[in-house]
DNA sequence: GTAGGGTTAG
């Protein structure tokens, strides 16, 4: 089918002045229209743009288009439904034929358009061609420039959005609540100081009573980690909604806050019945209970999302099935990932990495054949970050090299650092310390942070005083605030007993102004979380925690236990050390689960730290002697502990 | 005519 000619509405000067913007999408070229128009074909015009916006809005994009060439008159209202259904399309394509013709037909200063058209290739990931839309633009209403800050502050240009920001308050437009949202979210990217500057600007305006300002700029603070800025802006605010209350719990349980998280979302479902939590909300309190490993409190928001009709959204079953994982319950896990209808990527990824963190890469590895097998989705980078570390927990090392030299041929994802510090660890803890050294030195890209900090961990377990150093110093340049690796290379020395070295590492942490991060444990003992630090003097049950653990390590000496008191940092005699570690904040928590819970009764700890090798093998004692299943989670894994033998193989 | 909060890894 031929083209039928069309003549520009505007002069050919004017589509002539059209830049190219950068990419090749945008033709400036203008296309042809009819030079003369019959009373009859002006009969038909109506119903021609009425038959334009019908196939728009059913997405028939392309013949729209054809259509549109024959069109001499399109409207205003025609051009937005083209431009809605390339942006719904995601065609690129389309939408600067769309843009062309508009400006071709004398539109190109409607504002209104201009709005739209951002809008569109803002969602089509295209921010030269948005630029080149509002640079073009002579008159901008506000709706122009806050399109424009918006699609800047989407497209990751933060410090562009706020240049326009400084431009249009020149020009003396005034910002609105709008500007607000958009700036304030540009400030993600250009720094905690910006934002402060436009919290500052929207106090001095009367923004704050705006729910809709004050949530943003909760979740930006949330963002920079200021959990108490975000607290107060929540405190103070005159209206909430279930958006606020819904950004203020995510804000805690992705600060490391998760206790707080779940009494937030308590005192809003108490304190608050109008304000019905929604599936964003459940998404973020499963994620304080998965922090947690709160199975109790858990399984009573999975009730929740049951009774409330929201098991079918797949972000909330995504956080259920992470939730479950994280609780060491991977039958339920499953089977919420196995009734699922639609799944995604973060589906797939959820149920592979609870595999993995529980010490099953076999089932892992199943898992993601099984999406390969499937086909509607396509594995991602977190999908072998996933399996790499399923891999490492259970110490597959060929099945992981494999996988990780499957990425690029086979699945055309290129391995970040972070796939990088996968492979170091899988074969760092196998002890093969030379060929992850060799894989560091071949590496296409500047190894980070995780790759060095792989290699430390993996040099904790083996002794390997000499490569230690040597990540040491690479770690020390890339993250000299992290306290986490002095203490790494510390107990590497105390292990050696090269005390003056231990020592040489404490008086740099201390000069660093670090403070090493307490080990703390916590246990869910029917609905309740009870936590503990070591030797937790405050403890109102401490006297009788500590006699117990006396009694075990008095019978499990009987039976040819000694302590391990190695990675103790201080020159101290031998039973002032075994004292510290009997005073480990997870044996509080095992003694704290024995004493109240019943016979049977599975125990489940949750630890902020790596395991110890002394609890841990006080632990598998426990397990034995008191016939009692004992699940701990510490940082990077589970341990399932029964009959005096852990899921782990003492492998972690 | 434009708006705010969410899931996987580390």
């Known amino acids: 089918m031929s083209e039928p000619k069309r003549t520009s509405h505007v002069g050919s000067q004017q589509c002539h002045s059209l830049p190219s913007p950068s990419s090749h999408h945008f033709s400036p070229t203008p296309s042809p229209k009819p030079s003369s128009i019959t009373s009859s074909l002006q009969a038909r015009n109506s119903s021609n743009n009425h038959l334009i916006q019908t196939l728009s809005k059913q997405g028939l994009t392309k013949h729209a288009l054809h259509l549109l060439s024959t069109e001499p008159r399109p409207t205003q209202r025609t051009y937005e439904l083209l431009i809605l259904s390339c942006s719904r399309n995601n065609s690129l394509s389309d939408a600067a034929a769309v843009h062309r013709s508009l400006v071709d037909d004398g539109l190109g ?11 569109m290739y803002a969602q089509l990931g295209s921010i030269d061609n948005a630029r080149y839309v509002f640079d073009e633009m002579r008159d901008r209403t506000i709706f122009v420039w806050n399109a424009f800050i918006r699609a800047l502050a989407l497209a990751g240009c933060g410090d562009e959005a706020l240049g326009v920001c400084c431009r249009m308050s020149e020009s003396g437009v005034w910002f609105d609540r709008f500007t607000y949202t958009y700036a304030l979210k540009a400030c993600v990217v250009s720094g905690e100081r910006k934002g402060k500057e436009i919290h500052g600007n929207l106090l001095r305006r009367g923004f704050e009573w705006n729910v809709h300002v004050v949530t943003t700029l909760i979740d930006v603070y949330a963002k920079f980690g200021l959990v108490s800025y975000a607290g107060k802006l929540f405190d103070e ?4 909604n279930v958006v606020s209350w819904s950004a203020m719990i995510g804000c805690l349980a992705k600060n490391g806050r998760p206790f707080e998280a779940l009494e937030l979302f308590w005192e809003m479902m108490v304190g608050n019945p109008d304000e019905v939590p929604n599936s964003v909300t459940m998404v973020s309190v499963l994620q304080a209970c998965a922090a947690l490993s709160a199975l109790g409190q858990g399984k009573l928001i999975h009730c929740f999302v049951l009774r409330r009709g929201l098991d079918s959204i797949v972000s909330v079953n995504n956080s259920l099935v992470t939730m479950y994982s994280k609780c060491g319950n991977l039958e339920v896990a499953r089977r919420v990932f196995d009734r699922m209808d639609k799944r995604d990527v973060v589906s797939w990824n959820s149920m592979i990495s609870g595999f993995g963190v529980n010490g099953f890469a076999e089932e892992a590895i199943l898992v993601f054949k099984e999406m390969i097998n499937d086909g509607k989705v396509s594995p991602n980078a977190i999908t072998f970050i996933s399996l790499l570390g399923a891999c490492s927990h259970s110490g597959l090392v060929d099945e992981g090299k494999r996988l990780f030299y499957s990425m690029v041929p086979e699945y055309h994802i290129y391995p970040t650092s972070e796939h990088y510090a996968g492979l170091v660890d899988i074969l760092g803890r196998a002890g093969r310390l030379e060929e992850a050294i060799k894989v560091i030195e071949d590496m296409r890209i500047e190894p980070g942070s995780t790759v060095w900090g792989s290699l ?73 979380i009870y936590s503990f630090v070591s030797v937790d003097e405050l403890n109102p049950q401490i006297e009788q925690l500590h006699a ?56 489940r700890i949750t630890k902020n730290l790596r395991l110890c090798r002394d609890c841990h093998s006080v632990t598998k004692f426990i397990s034995q002697f008191t016939n009692r299943d004992i699940l701990v989670r510490d940082v990077n894994r589970f341990h399932h502990f029964r009959n005096g033998v852990c899921s782990c193989g003492d492998y972690w």
């Open 109 to 119: 200063q409607d504002s209104f358009l201009a709005t739209k058209l951002i809008d």
């Open 237 to 240: 605010m005159p209206e909430r």
């Open 456 to 528: 430390l961990g993996a040099c904790r377990i083996h002794c390997n005083i000499e490569l230690a150093e040597r990540a040491s110093v690479r770690l020390f340049e890339l993250e000299p605030t992290n306290a986490g690796n002095y203490v790494l290379l510390a107990e590497i020395y105390a292990e050696a007993k090269m005390w003056v070295e231990v020592n040489r590492v404490k008086k740099l942490l201390e000069a660093r102004g670090l403070q090493k991060v307490s080990g703390c444990s916590w246990i869910e003992v029917k609905g309740k």
């Open 548 to 603: 117990l653990l006396v009694k075990f390590s008095v019978e499990m000496k009987e039976k040819g236990y000694v302590p391990d008191t190695k990675a103790i940092l201080y020159e101290l005699d031998e039973v002032e050390k075994e004292e510290i570690v009997l005073g480990h904040s997870e044996k509080l928590a095992v003694a704290f689960g024995l004493i109240n819970s019943s016979a049977g009764e599975t125990i």
